[in-house]
Every structure is written in structure tokens, then in C-alpha cells.
């Protein structure tokens, strides 16, 4: 299982062909987050959001990336499964603690091209993931740790919704029946560079 990179090719029955794939790797001190993190650490101290365009100027810093999307892969009873990833958002101290947002999708086909459905709703559904390192330990590991907020699943809601708080992937009226790892921000207020955002669910507005 993996993240990766593809282009995006709209194919006239209303499917997307995938292509180009580029892995990307998200842990270790070489990985995009740390790179953000250390590359900014007063944004990345407060409550912040990669929208997957500031995620492929990390990766590519010498490239104008255009359509290309991120996706999560990984093999299920050996059938591939993807997950379009939407942004990341977290804040960063001794450890550096995240939610991936996703949309789930149907892969078409996966041998010879890679053909898949776009997200057929508008929601999308969170997970947390943590990294050992962060402002506040720049010598980590960066290795995947446990999130600090044990997480019983995700949360779906749509993508045009209320935010849901940090560190709960919950809406605040849900967001007190748990104790949350990260500070409970408003994602309203985390620092997001939207003038890079052009890479983002492109086709699909």
C-alpha cells in the first residue's frame, strides 16, 4: 500500500484514466511532512491544511504540476482499492499529528490502464495518522506512530459541510464525547494556501 501521484485523463464515458504514476512518500525526515514542517515550523506550530496542490509543489518544487491527483493505494483479496486523498490538516509539536481526508472511489479497471469512477457523493472520511517527530523534535524519526486520539473508525460528512474540529475528525456538537490529541481548532482557522489548491478534485466541482 501506497501513496501515488497520477495524472488525470478524462476519458468521454465520464471515467477518469489514471497515468504517470509517481510514488510519494509522507513519513521519514525526507518525507513531505517533515519537509513542510521544517521548512515552516511557525505555520506548521499552529493549525494548519495541504491541499493536494502544496502537496505536489513539496514533492515536485521544480515542476508546475497540473491535473494530477493524490491517491492512497492498496490491494484488498487481490483487488486494487484507491482513495482519492482530498488534504491533510493537522499541527505539529513533539510529534506531528494529522487527518487524512479521502474519498472513497471504484476502480474500473486496473490492468493494463487504470480506469476509475469519480466520487460518486460528496463526502469524504478522515483518518488520524501521527508522525514521531515534529516543531518541537526536528531530530525524530518521522516514522508512523499511534495517533494520540485512538480513532474508532472514520467519519464521513460531506466535503461542503460545517468543518469538523481537529484532532476529532468530529462536528463540534459531537466533538466533547471525546478527549482530542490535537488542540481542538476549528479547521475554519488553520493556515491553507489556497492559491496552490488548483490541483484539488479538479474535475468534480
Known sequence: ????????????????????????????????????VLSDPERAGEPW????????????????????????????????????????QGISGQRTEMMFSFSPLTVVRSRGALVILPPTSDCTYNEGLQLEGGVLLPDGSWHWGRPHLALGGVVLRPRDARPAHLGTGMSPAS???????IASHPIDHVHGRHDQCFSRFMYHQ
Open 49 to 88: 491544511k495541504l491541499c493536494a496542490g502544496e502537496l505536489h509543489a513539496l514533492a515536485f518544487p521544480s515542476l508546475l504540476v497540473r491535473e494530477r491527483a493524490i491517491f492512497f493505494e492498496q490491494a484488498n483479496g487481490g483487488a486494487l482499492e484507491l482513495q482519492w486523498l482530498q488534504g491533510v
Open 1 to 36: 500500500m501506497s501513496f501515488k501521484s497520477y495524472a488525470l485523463h478524462p476519458q468521454p464515458d465520464h471515467t477518469l484514466l489514471l497515468a504517470d504514476p509517481q510514488p510519494l512518500v509522507f513519513s521519514g525526515p525526507q518525507g513531505l511532512i517533515a519537509r513542510f
Open 175 to 181: 466533538a466533547h464525547q471525546r478527549q482530542p490529541g
